[in-house]
């Protein structure tokens, strides 16, 4: 069964610190992996795209990771600031059906 | 509009009554799909069009809720009869096409009531 899991569910850091979110899916046949960005009371809007070849890719202080043979991903957060407190919500693509599986996302809270 | 565009953006209804939500989606992108989101929760798929036509209908619940799309534009999906349950962000969203590496770019979402 095509699922995405992400973990945490929540978390709480301190601005100014760094975090790391995870993703684990056991979509089949892979096609993509995006990261998208949650703010309350909006729709979710993209971050980043990996495919099957990319390992890391950045996008400011945003940092996701791929790592195909174990069906993980994370997303690194440099520096964190206030505006970074949101959720995180992890959509895997299918190459057949064109599927597309979205996680329960990591509600992330950045504390001044 | 250069994005997505939903309305109405709150809508408090009885139980019972219907609700039309309308999405008019990116121009240009021929794929629109329908979320659920409750309190908390991810989202929920609903219902996918590729132009007009909708092959994946699966996340529908019930008989209560449809949807349409015409001329591969807005798209309006109805819920019958609703029940407090029905109760959530209904999500929009649209992109070129399942066959691109394109993003989905959703709206900000109809906040649906029931009392």
């Known amino acids: 069964k095509n699922q995405v899991e992400q973990s945490p569910q929540s978390l709480i850091i301190l601005e100014g610190k760094n975090c790391t979110l995870q993703?684990?899916?056991?979509?089949?046949?892979?096609?993509?992996l995006r990261w998208y960005k949650q703010d309350t009371g909006r729709g979710p809007v993209s971050l980043t795209i990996?495919?099957?070849?990319?390992n890391t890719k950045s996008n400011g202080r945003y940092t996701a990771t791929l790592d195909a043979d174990t069906k993980q991903s994370s997303l690194h957060i440099t520096a964190s600031q206030l505006s970074d407190s949101a959720s995180y919500i992890c959509?895997?693509?299918?190459?057949?059906?064109?599927?597309?599986?979205f996680g329960s996302g990591t509600r992330l809270s950045i504390r001044p | 509009g250069a994005g997505v565009s939903q309305s109405p953006s709150n809508k408090v209804t009885e139980k019972g009554k219907d609700v039309e939500l309308r999405c008019d989606p990116i121009?240009?992108?021929?794929?629109l799909y329908w979320y659920r989101q409750s309190l908390g929760q991810g989202l929920e798929f609903l219902i996918y069009?590729?132009?007009?036509?909708?092959?994946?209908k699966s996340g529908l619940p019930s008989d209560r809720f449809s949807a349409e799309r015409t001329g591969g534009s807005v798209s309006t999906l109805t819920i019958q009869r609703t029940q407090q349950e029905d109760s959530a962000v209904y999500l929009c969203?649209?992109?070129?096409?399942?066959?691109?590496?394109?993003?989905?770019?959703f709206g900000n979402g109809t906040r649906l009531t029931v009392t």
């Open positions: 990996m495919t099957f070849s990319e």
């Open positions: 969203a649209s992109s070129l096409g399942q066959e691109y590496n394109s993003p989905l770019h």
């Open positions: 069009f590729q132009g007009n036509s909708a092959p994946d």
């Open positions: 959509v895997v693509k299918t190459s057949s059906a064109s599927k597309i599986i």
């Open positions: 121009s240009g992108h021929t794929a």
């Open positions: 993703c684990n899916y056991t979509v089949s046949p892979f096609s993509n």
